[in-house]
Antibody
Framework: EVQLVESGGGLVQPGGSLRLSCAASGFTFSSYAMHWVRQAPGKGLEYVSAITTNGGSTYYANSVKGRFTISRDNSKNTVYLQMGSLRTEDMAVYYC????????????????WGRGTLVTVSS | EIVLTQSPATLSLSPGERATLSCRASQSVSSYLAWYQQKPGQAPRLLIFDASNRATGIPARFSGSGSGTDFTLTISSLEPEDFALYYCQQRNNWPTFGQGTKVEIK
């Protein structure tokens, strides 16, 4: 089955760190750029970060630049989001998403999404 | 940052009716616009990309049109499973999403 499964969310204090994982299956993971998109409770979607197929290029929203790091391990079919210096405004469901194009470079549309993992930032 | 404004915020319609959703960009995004459907507790699903191309497996009752700053998603005849939240997203610049239009049962 073609799917993405996120994990690693949870409760963290402001200023803390968390690493999210997204395990892919059912498709050639190494052929696709991958993305993270988040959704704060009751709010709309906010684009967070992207990584190219070999990890050579990464992209970040201004709101997370310098605090979050995206990476991937193609041998494990997994993409990660290392989050640091967390703020209350980072609290959201974090979705992993596959790029809609298999050329390897981001096409910036998202055709496969995971179910998300909730990150709660609170003291 | 390109701001996408969706209207209306809520659309109340009956099954079988036609739904017309609007997305307006703060500056031209050419045809680089997508539409997603999201149901409560679920991840978004890609419906339309590049303004008018249906994604794989999307029924023909969904269609998209527009270019530049004004875009429309049309659902020709609403099925019960179409009542959901719909987002537009542009990729002309750093990806941004609209705030969503809720299509609810009248």
């Amino acid at each position: 089955e073609v799917q993405l499964v996120e994990s690693g969310g949870g409760l963290v204090q402001p200023g803390g760190s968390l690493r999210l994982s997204c395990a892919a299956s059912g498709f050639t993971f190494s052929s696709y750029a991958m993305h993270w998109v988040r959704q704060a409770p009751g709010k709309g979607l906010e684009y967070v970060s992207a990584i190219t197929t070999n990890g050579g290029s990464t992209y970040y929203a201004n709101s997370v630049k310098g605090r979050f790091t995206i990476s991937r391990d193609n041998s494990k079919n997994t993409v990660y989001l290392q989050m640091g210096s967390l703020r209350t405004e980072d609290m959201a469901v974090y979705y992993c998403a596959r790029d809609a194009d298999s050329s390897g470079y981001p096409y910036w549309y998202f055709d496969l999404w995971g179910r998300g993992t909730l990150v709660t930032v609170s003291s | 940052e390109i701001v996408l404004t969706q209207s209306p915020a809520t659309l109340s319609l009956s099954p079988g009716e036609r739904a017309t959703l609007s997305c307006r960009a703060s500056q031209s995004v050419s045809s680089y616009l997508a539409w997603y459907q999201q149901k409560p507790g679920q991840a978004p699903r890609l419906l339309i990309f590049d303004a008018s191309n249906r994604a794989t497996g999307i029924p023909a009752r969904f269609s998209g049109s527009g270019s530049g700053t004004d875009f429309t998603l049309t659902i020709s005849s609403l099925e019960p499973e179409d009542f959901a939240l719909y987002y537009c997203q542009q990729r002309n610049n750093w990806p941004t999403f609209g705030q969503g239009t809720k299509v609810e049962i009248k």
